[in-house]
Every structure is written in C-alpha cells, then in structure tokens.
C-alpha cells in the first residue's frame, strides 16, 4: 500500500506501548501537546471558527483544496496516510495533472495571530519551495483554503516507510546502512543550507525510506551503491507554522519541532542555523542505530536537563557496534553548544572517511575470513577500524591487558577532546584540554586522557615562542605519567618521541620511541607517521616513504597523514608526486588548511609562483596563521619583487620580534635568513627540524653559519 506511516511524535524507544483515545478509538501519540488529549478529537472542535472539522472516517469532511481532492476508500472515509502533532497527511488526487500526492493540512489553531500566521505560512512556503533535491520530497503548491482558513501543501505521495516505522519493525539498523543515510541526509541539508532553509524537526518519523529499485534513476544520480534511498519530507514545515513569541509555550503551538530531537537552542529562542538539523539528525542516527533516544526524559525539561549534562549513553552505541569514529562523530553533533558541531562539509568529509574506512574493513575482513584467521580479525576488532582519535593512543588494551577506563563519562570526555584536538587549531587544542582534563577529574587513573593531555600541551608550544619551554615541560610530565600508568600505552611513547625530535633535537630517543611505539602496536598508524617525520629529518627518504605509506593504508582517509607524504615528497625533490598527493588531499576536505601551505610550497619551487601566492593565501585565511603573509614575502622575492617582498619584511618585523627568515630567504638576504634561523634556534621553533632536507634552504646551505646550526640541532651536513 502507498503511504506515509503515522509516527510517534517524540519516537520513544522501541518497544514502548501506546495507548487510544476512548472517545474516538484513534491511536494516542506522545507529543509535546499530550496533556492536551486527543489529536483527533481536537481537531474536530475546528481551527477556530475559522476551521472545517477534519474527522477521520466523516463523510462531511472537506474534500477539496484547491486542486486537490482527498481520495476516500471503498467505505467512503478520507484516506488518511499519517498524522502528528502538526497536521493530518492524506491521499488526494491533483484534478489537474491527474497524479496521486500527498496533501498535508496544517493545524494552525493556536499559532498566533491568524493573519500574521497566513502571512507567515505563505512566506516560508515560498522560500521551502525553491529546494530541490534528491533526497527532499518535492513540494508541489502550498497554499490557504478561503473558505476555512486551513494552511495546507502538497507534496510527492512516497512508496516506502519511515526510518522510525523501519526501526520499530526490523530493529536497529546496522551502522554500515546508518552512515549512508546520514550521507545522504548531509547532502539534502547542505542544498538547503545554500538557500538558507532549516528543518527545524528532523526525525525518523521524516525520514522516507524507499526501494532503490523504485527510482533507479535518481539512485544513478546519486552515486549511491545501498539499497535505500532517502527522502526528508516536511521541509520548512516547522518553521511556516511557528508562532513569533514565546517558542517555550508548547501549549500554544510557538514550539516548532518534536522535544526528544530538538536541539538545545530550540527550547531557549536562541539562533537557528543548519547546525540545529545537524544536532537532530545526530539523535536520529543514534535512534537508528540503537532504537533508543540519546536523551531520556518525558517531558521537555527532563529532556533539557539530560541536554545539559551532556552524559551519553555510549555504552549503545558500542552495544551496536558503532565504529569508534562513528561514536566520535555522534557526539560532535549533539554537542551542546552549536559551535562545537561539524557544518555541513566538515560532517560530509567526516562521514565519507566512516565508510571509507568501513568498506576498507570489510574487504580486509573477507579475506580473512576465507584464510581461516578469525583470531586476528577478532584482534583487529570485529565491528570496525579505530578512528584516528583513538588510534592516536594505541588500541583500547595495552599489552598488560588493562583497560583505559571504566567510567563511561570519562571516556566521553575523552572523546571529546581528542575530537577537538583533532582540528588542528589553537582553539582546539585549548578546548581539547578542557575535555582531558575533565576525563583525569573523572578517573585519575586514565592513561589515555594523560597522554591526550600531553599531545595538548605539545602541539599548543608550537604556536607560542614565549610559553614554548612551558608547554613542552607540561607535556613531558603528562606523557610520563600516562606511561606509569601503562607502560604499554603506545600513543603516550610515540608522543615522547615527537617531544625528543621537535624539541630536544634528541634525535636517538625520537627514533627510540617511536619504534618502542610501533612495537606495541604494529597497526598505529600516528607512531608510523611520527616516525616517517623522524627519518625524514635525517635525510633517510627510503625508509620515511616506506613508514609514510604504511601510516596511510592504516589510515587512508587521515588528512594530515595524507598531507604529510605530500611534504615528505617534497622534502624528497619529487615534486610531481608530491602535488599530485598534495591535490587528492584537498579532495578529500578542500579545507584542510595544511594541505595547501604545502602545495604552495611545491608550486613555489616549481617556479608556479601565481598560484603558489593563492594557496599561500588559503592557507592563511583557513588556519588564521598570521604568519603565513612571510611565505608569499619569499615568493614576491623568488619573482623578483623586491619592492612587494620588503613591503612584507616590514609588516612582519612589526608585528613580532623574530625576523621573519622565509621573506629573506626568497629576497636572497643571507644574513637576514640566517638571523632570524638563529632567533628560531633560541626559542626552540620545529622550523630546526626540516634543516637538513626543506629545499627553500638550499640557498645558504653551504654558509659556515647555517652549517654550524644544523651542528648545534644534532644533524650532520
């Protein structure tokens, strides 16, 4: 049968039972509006004086809207398709095209002023209208029915059944088929982010799940390989009805949107923006994945209050066998606060390296499987790959056989910061540390958060010359304390060893422990990267491309492993390759601030300087590093610029003290350069570590002066 299902508006748990009306027999829902009784039978004391009765099974009902009639069935009742706390959704006929649709008419009683909600309604329409997409029901018309005041709209009538109807009567989904509807999802809600559109009530109950095999076309379109396709359907809906005041009074319909997936800022009339839907598709997820709500409660302050704790229930998520980078990313998006959830092309990128990684997996596990080694499939973990913030401090049980934690709070926390840790910004780490540091409040005895901490301190020493020797102590102490802990903890050793390179120029101990890291952990992919990093400082390009590949296959979707064999390539005078690394980076998140200061890099030693100038540029704007300006400074004097170049040494001089060597290298100043080499040298910068290798030194490589430095940082000429 064609339909679209009825839902339960605050889509309880799986097996939750509900009730009936006595008065109608009609299924009760649990809605915001419960209090208030029947659906049905509120509906049938009219939308003011204004309304027609809707009646399910009425002969008298309105039967026409417009060009739209409601088809009736064999007994002559309305055929009604589903209903909610909004409206009631029924089959009608579009006399004029003669095509089947489905008509929603809106429950407006109690939205406001009833023209200013006329003037609203038409408003919104038109605006939700303008979006086409796939994964979006199409709307036909909306539009005021003179004679009774009903807003109602048509829509494309869809074969199929909701997620939330799914979930109920096969069970969760499993996490492989979750993050392909995300995926599409993402998509529809980046369309509309472009025409300035919000759900403001995405739930499984609007999520239309259909045969792919119904609309091969649009599949093909899509790119997708899964059986399903995906249609959000009340698109701008919620906001078309929204009453103007209080959105806090549910009672008279100023809320817009179903309380157990709203976000936090929907319940406060604060500001709306895509990230609103990201948080409610993030609850949706988790109820796919689990047929469970991320927050309890049943009533909107309870669910609030749960909000505001931000204390998940992770433990359903691994019950389903969510991957780790999944779990990581569910927690991004019900983050409490909307500037802490991924946008749309952060979440797009994110979620293609969960499937990526997936399907990785699953070819890997195949093969296995037919080798006869499921003991070390089972090693490897069954359900999935770690993401790189857990693989960046080794597998969950160290070789004592100890587990991280216990307190699932903890490990949130841990999470957390290892997601903002991630993004590779001051801001981030400085949030990063936050999150650490409240796992070590929950359990003092958590290694991991320890090294986490560590990894905070030591990449925050690289953006400041004056706490540099600080942070550096501060991460030295975390690393330690996290090996007494666990001594075979392999992240905190690989970490060590980064502190010994960049820092210490302690080149044996770098080398030392990054191999111990590897040692515990032969699949961690970080301690194969930091290592890479090392062998490359020494000039051994072989065996770094060999450590840097290796790194890659554990991770393939990692931007900054990806980025980082781009710059080894470099470093290797194989510039080609490198750009051509460099490129496939950046389409993976062309974003990624890293990825385009070492193009820049690769097109300036290219002679490409227009365009080594505007990934310079991109750099800059995308990292905020104020500094970047010094590396379009060196290309002005590659093109001879002086002029441009001098122009940039003095804005630089200005605004810090360390002169800014890159500028005089490119302008041919050797004792400008090899100035402010020294000045680096004194506060420690990891500039020291590239000496023996970064081509754009080449220039006063054979100075006594800059032989004698690279002395000084234990590296041979």
Known sequence: MVKIPSSVEDSGDVGEAGSVCPGCGAQLEKTA?????????????????????????????????????????????????????????????????????????????????????????????????????????????????????????????????????????????????????????????????????????????????????????????????????????????????????????????????????????????????????????????????????????????????????????????????????????????????????????????????????????????????????????????????????????????????????????????????RYFWDKRTVDGYKKAGEYFKQAIALDPNYAQAYAGLGDTYHFLAGSSSDSRKDYYARSKEAYRRALELNPALAGAHASLGLVAMNYDWDWPTAEREFKRAIELDPDYATGHHWYAECLIALGRFDESLREIERARELEPLSLIINTDMGKILYYARRTDEAKKQLKETLNLDPNFAAAHLWLGWVYAEQKEYDPAIAEFQTYGQLSGDTSAVGNVGFVYGRMGKQREAEQVLETLKQRDSVVPTNVCLGMGDNNCALAGLEASYKVHDTAMTSLKVAPFYDSVRSDPRFVDLMRRVNLTP
């Open 33 to 417: 509006a419960s209090h208030l009784g029947c659906l049905v039978c509120l509906l049938r004391v009219g939308l003011d004086d204004r309304a027609v009765s809707i009646q399910a099974g009425r002969p008298e009902l309105t039967n026409q809207f417009g060009t739209y009639a409601i088809v009736r069935r064999d007994d002559g009742s309305p055929w009604e398709l589903g209903r909610g706390a909004m409206g009631i959704t029924f089959r009608a006929l579009d006399t004029s095209l003669n095509r089947a649709v489905a008509l929603k008419v809106i429950e407006t009683n109690g939205a406001g002023d009833y023209g200013a909600v006329r003037t609203r309604f038409m408003r919104e329409a038109r605006a939700a209208a303008t979006l086409r997409h796939d994964n979006v029901a199409t709307v036909y018309q909306f539009g005021i029915r003179e004679e009774t005041g009903q807003c109602f709209y048509a829509m494309e009538l869809i074969e199929g059944e909701t997620l939330e109807e799914r979930v109920r009567r096969t069970g969760p989904l499993k996490p492989s088929a979750v993050m392909a509807i995300a995926q599409q999802v993402t998509g529809a809600l980046a369309a509309a982010e472009k025409h300035g559109l919000i759900h403001r009530d995405l739930k499984p109950a609007n999520l239309m799940l259909v045969s792919m095999e119904s609309e091969p076309t649009i599949a093909r379109q899509n790119g997708q390989s899964d059986a399903l396709l995906v249609k959000i359907i009340d698109f701008g809906l919620a906001k078309a009805i929204e009453g103007e005041s209080d959105p806090m009074s549910l009672t008279r319909g100023g809320f817009a949107g179903t309380p157990a997936f709203a976000s936090p800022e929907q319940f406060s009339n604060g500001l709306l923006d895509v990230r609103t839907d990201i948080y409610s598709l993030g609850a949706t997820l988790w109820f796919a994945l689990t047929g469970k709500r991320p927050f309890g409660g049943q009533s909107v302050e309870e669910i609030r209050q749960a909000q505001r704790s931000s204390k998940f229930p992770v433990e359903q998520l691994r019950a389903a066998h969510a991957p780790s980078g999944l779990i990581s990313l569910l927690l991004s998006m019900l983050a409490f606060e909307p500037a802490s959830r991924p946008g749309t092309q952060e979440l797009t990128v994110r979620l293609r390296r969960c499937l990526w990684q997936a399907r990785i997996f699953g070819k890997k596990s195949r093969w296995m499987l037919a080798a006869g080694v499921l003991a070390v499939l089972a090693a490897s973990t069954l359900f999935g790959f770690r993401s790189l913030h857990d693989a960046r401090q080794g597998p969950e049980k160290g070789a004592a056989g100890v587990r991280s934690t216990a307190n699932s709070e903890a490990r949130e926390a841990y999470l957390k910061g």
